[in-house]
């Protein structure tokens, strides 16, 4: 069975990148990153959903990007936006975090002789970071396949966001159908210990809006106002 990494964050978009992996006979090494998120529940969701989804192995990875901060989502100083949208890129931008994620997950790849890396980057209905677009998901792959060992013997890797232009209604339909629990994730920006969301953050909005627009009811649990 051909073997995947599946970046693995414990939201929606992951989860339904998990299964769709999974509906392609990958055999599917989740990696979660522990980044010194505010939403560090989202994590406790991974674990539930790499079980759920039949993940053959799921690694949690620490590493602290607190340190340099520079974004609502890394620095409690920093409010999470809760307002709708405004132009421009969001405070909850993270410097560099796919890069980073993506960088750790082609290292597990090539020690795992695997030659595919799934990513549930979306361009569509999103927040605007640049690190969610095609030309960066196509430009990473051209880096990775002349970094590393691997590639260079001929082992060329293949960089998958197979939800890339899919709108959240979508993703909601395409992980429905292939049993994703979403009752288990949690994408909210400021979840609480419990993994309650606080509905106005931006990727609640998103999410919400895409429950809506799917006409499937959402099973998120939301904190009380």
């Known amino acids: 069975m051909k073997k995947a990494i599946v970046l693995l964050s414990g939201g929606l978009d992951s989860a339904t990148t998990l299964a769709i992996a999974r509906s392609q006979d990958f055999r599917c090494y989740a990696l979660s990153i522990d980044y010194g998120q505010r939403h560090h529940v989202e994590l406790n969701a991974a674990q539930k959903i790499a079980q759920s989804l039949?993940?053959?192995?799921?690694?949690?990875?620490?590493?602290?990007?607190?340190?340099?901060?520079?974004?609502?989502?890394?620095?409690?100083?920093?409010?999470?936006?809760?307002?709708?949208?405004?132009?421009?890129?969001?405070?909850?931008?993270?410097?560099?975090?796919?890069?980073?994620?993506?960088?750790?997950?082609?290292?597990?790849?090539?020690?795992?002789?695997?030659?595919?890396?799934f990513t549930g980057v979306n361009a569509v209905d999103y927040s605007g970071y640049p690190d969610c677009r095609a030309e960066y998901i196509q430009a990473f792959g051209i880096m990775a396949n002349l970094a590393t060992k691997a590639s260079v013997e001929g082992k060329q890797l293949t960089i998958h966001a197979p939800l890339m232009l899919l709108s959240k209604q979508e993703i909601i339909h395409a992980g429905l159908a292939l049993g994703v629990d979403y009752s288990l994730t949690v994408s909210c920006y400021q979840a609480d210990e419990a993994g309650r969301a606080c509905g106005v953050c931006d990727s609640c909005r998103i999410r919400k809006a895409g429950f809506k627009a799917a006409n499937i009811p959402d099973p998120t649990a939301y904190k009380a106002n």
């Open 54 to 117: 039949g993940s053959h192995n799921h690694q949690i990875i620490k590493i602290d990007l607190t340190t340099f901060g520079g974004s609502a989502l890394t620095d409690q100083s920093i409010k999470v936006p809760t307002s709708g949208e405004n132009p421009g890129i969001p405070v909850t931008y993270v410097p560099a975090r796919n890069t980073i994620m993506l960088s750790l997950a082609l290292a597990w790849a090539e020690t795992l002789d695997c030659r595919d890396i």
